[in-house]
């Protein structure tokens, strides 16, 4: 009887991992052609559209039905407040609990974020900026330039901002700088296609 259980669980183990990776890969793939939509129409053609997915990835794992502590909602971890005031400048959006929609509504955030860091970031740490502003507020990340200032660094790059990020007040610098670098990461998980590569989708 001990021998079949050990052998009982052992099948488990081997079995049930696997298919849930399989399931996992479906999900992750399910939303590809939405983000692709929204990545050309907010960001033009060419734009790597692979970026916002890893921060879907990121912001609720993949789940449409995810809710934090502060209310922010869906894969793209909105909150109703920001959802609804891009909702009154774009009637055509539905609900921030459609998947479309969140995915829209967040992307076209990171648009808004991505102009406003324009001029006051270096172009290769310009989408680390933008990042770490609908993390943490874009207030917040220019309260970490003025901290740069401050101690004669540059306020454009990304690495200074990081460098001050314990000096910044009322900043839980700890999970944007964590919440950036699983961006980048999450990216480096994802084929040309956009699809999680063998090594990550074989990863418990």
């Known amino acids: ?20 990776r399989a399931q996992g890969k479906r999900d992750a793939d399910r939303y590809d052609a939405t983000f692709r939509k929204y990545s050309k129409r907010y960001f033009g053609v060419g734009y790597d559209w692979r970026v916002f997915k890893a921060q879907a990835m990121a912001e609720s794992q993949m789940n449409p039905d995810a809710r934090s502590w502060v209310g922010a909602r869906g894969l793209m971890q909105l909150m109703p ?28 955030h990171d648009r808004g974020l991505w102009r406003l860091w324009e001029r006051d970031s270096i172009d290769v ?7 770490a502003s609908y993390n943490a507020g874009e207030g917040t990340i220019m309260n970490a330039q003025r901290a740069c200032r401050a101690k004669s660094l540059n306020q454009r ?27 980048r990461s999450g990216i480096e998980t994802l084929d040309d296609k956009g699809r999680l590569k063998p090594t990550a989708r074989n990863k418990p």
Do not use: C
């Open 157 to 183: 790059a990304w690495q200074s901002v990081e460098a001050v990020a314990p000096d910044v007040p009322r900043w839980r610098y700890r999970e944007t700088l964590g919440y950036v670098r699983k961006i």
């Open 81 to 108: 407040s920001t959802f609804k005031e891009i909702q009154s400048n774009s009637p055509a959006f539905g609900s921030i609990d459609d998947p479309e929609w969140n995915i829209a509504a967040g992307i076209l």
């Open 1 to 20: 009887m001990k021998h079949r259980l050990t052998l009982a669980i052992a099948l488990l183990a081997i079995l049930l991992p696997s298919d849930v």
């Open 125 to 131: 740490d310009r989408r680390e900026f933008m990042f």
